[in-house]
């Protein structure tokens, strides 16, 4: 099992944002899906708390999913922060959520031209955040960072409110920690040999009693030997997510809620079958932290 340690300080690395606008210029993103997750419905309200409203819900590397617009507008949920490095994957999803009302909000001062509901228009900022990209995109209930995830996770906790927090009026009500994290694609995402500095860095983000919804892939069995360590997405099973959380010292409890197989068509199988693979699964943790 892994070892408590202190906060890790990484620094960005220059590929990453060239690796992920790539795969954003593809004609079909691999991972989108057009519905919200299915698995985050059924576990909503487990992973929320039944009798808990007012959360706050951080969403690492969101791309435009569904699942912020979902959770923004969900009655538990007070305020959604995602983050991506992709600017894409922000503008496709304002574009996508007109009733989010979504505008961005430049790192500089800048001055909207035209009509300010328009969803181009950029609206004036004050503040500087220190990520690399800066901008942001703001609609109700969301906010939408682009930047550098591990960028992000290793700033203080005065610098990740800047950031959050630009020319949001109600902001000293806001923390840097959130209530709950929701991982679907995030940790699958990353580079294997960065998943123990990821899963310390995530535990700080979160407050005391609360806790991650995360959802990992599993490639079973493979045709290729190389396609279970190729990726992303990669393969994370059960026994690798206890060794990198339950070593923890913020971590109370680690529960496999389900098992649900990713090949359910004839085009699913055909798409595993071309990154050679023959069965795989989707796996549902609840991890909680200590109070």
């Known amino acids: 099992m892994a ?48 009798d808990v409203e007012n959360n ?86 969301i906010t939408f960072l682009l930047g550098d995830l591990f960028d992000f996770m290793t700033m203080s906790s005065d610098e990740r409110l800047n950031c959050i927090n630009r020319d949001k009026p109600d902001a000293s009500k806001d923390s840097s920690q959130f209530d709950a994290i929701y991982d679907r694609a995030s940790m699958i995402a990353i580079e294997p040999t960065k998943r123990q500095d990821y899963t310390i860095l995530l535990g700080s983000m979160l407050r005391p009693g609360g806790s991650i919804l995360l959802i990992t892939i599993e490639k079973r069995t493979i045709i290729k030997e190389e396609a279970k360590l190729s990726g992303p997405p990669f393969s994370i099973d059960e026994m690798q997510v206890r060794q990198f959380y339950e070593g923890l010292d913020w971590v109370e409890s680690i529960t496999l809620l389900e098992e649900r197989n990713e090949i359910n068509s004839d085009a699913d199988a055909e798409r595993w079958k071309e990154r050679g693979v023959s069965e795989a699964y989707e796996l549902v943790f609840l991890i909680r932290k200590k109070k």
């Open 56 to 141: 706050s819900v951080f969403v690492p590397l969101c791309g435009k999913s569904v699942d912020l617009a979902n959770l923004a507008s969900h009655p538990k949920v007070s305020h959604v922060v995602g983050i991506d490095i992709v600017r894409d994957a922000a503008e496709q999803f304002a574009s996508e959520h007109p009733e989010l009302s979504m505008l961005e909000y430049a790192n500089e001062i800048t001055t909207c031209q035209g009509d300010e509901t328009d969803q181009s228009c950029k609206a004036t900022s004050d503040k500087e955040c220190s990520l690399i990209n800066g901008s942001l995109f703001r609609g109700k209930g």
């Open 3 to 50: 070892e408590p340690q202190a906060l890790p300080t990484l620094s960005v690395l220059d590929d990453v944002h060239s690796f992920w606008s790539q795969k954003w210029a593809a004609p079909k993103l691999g991972w989108h899906l057009n519905d919200v997750n299915p698995l985050l419905e059924k576990y909503t309200d487990l992973w929320l708390g039944i």
